[in-house]
T-cell receptor
Framework: KAGVTQTPRYLIKTRGQQVTLSCSPI?????VSWYQQTPGQGLQFLFE???????NKGNFPGRFSGRQFSNSRSEMNVSTLELGDSALYLC???????????FGPGTRLTVT | GQQVMQIPQYQHVQEGEDFTTYCNSS?????IQWYKQRPGGHPVFLIQ?????EVKKQKRLTFQFGEAKKNSSLHITATQTTDVGTYFC?????????FGRGTSLIVHP
């Protein structure tokens, strides 16, 4: 089975711009979660989507949004980028109600 | 979500020495998961613990869940250079996943 894929792998943006990241889960996994990983804050949960509906949301501002498509692929959008948004953005998929998450390789976002 | 404190932040060991990382919570955890992230990589699921006092082993790795379900540990016996990485615990709880800050294991050959 192919693993979780994320595109792009690296991205450099300027403050004020917006960015869209994409995640394709493992086939058959309908749950996709997004995380932000930084040296200062560690791994922080952004949101989870299941069957095209946001199921849970972490403590991030409204500039961070996401969506999920009928094929379970998910996108995450960050608007009005700030320097502090520089991070590794990871998505993870899981099967059913399992707590076992499969992470993608991440998108390294740098905001200048 | 439920907060989990993980210690130590870093651990340097000589190859062959043992290693332990601890996760502690002020509240009872429903379950706890452990992940490993190699340098430059992404977290990889290791195991889930659900029951009070549960102990699970994977080769040289031993995972424990406390009797009160407020703490957990991961112990590696006779570390090898392949064990290098950061080990995270994660509590799923109400399903707002909360990760510990991780313990970075550095193994000196």
């Amino acid at each position: 089975k192919a693993g979780v894929t994320q595109t792009p792998r690296y991205l450099i943006k300027t403050r004020g711009q917006q960015v869209t990241l994409s995640c394709s889960p493992i086939s058959g996994h309908r749950s996709v979660s997004w995380y932000q990983q930084t040296p200062g804050q560690g791994l922080q949960f952004l949101f989870e989507y299941f069957s095209e509906t946001q199921r849970n949301k972490g403590n991030f501002p409204g500039r961070f949004s996401g969506r999920q498509f009928s094929n379970s692929r998910s996108e995450m959008n960050v608007s009005t980028l700030e320097l502090g948004d520089s991070a590794l953005y990871l998505c993870a998929s899981r099967f059913g109600s399992s707590y076992e998450q499969y992470f993608g390789p991440g998108t390294r976002l740098t905001v200048t | 979500g439920q907060q989990v404190m993980q210690i130590p932040q870093y651990q340097h060991v000589q190859e062959g020495e043992d290693f332990t990382t601890y996760c502690n919570s002020s509240t009872t955890l429903s379950n706890i998961q452990w992940y490993k992230q190699r340098p430059g990589g992404h977290p990889v699921f290791l195991i889930q613990l659900v029951k009070s006092g549960e102990v699970k082993k994977q080769k040289r790795l031993t995972f424990q869940f406390g009797e009160a379900k407020k703490n957990s540990s991961l112990h590696i016996t006779a570390t090898q250079t392949t064990d290098v990485g950061t080990y995270f615990c994660e509590s799923g709880g109400s399903y707002i996943p909360t990760f510990g800050r991780g313990t970075s294991l550095i193994v000196h050959p």
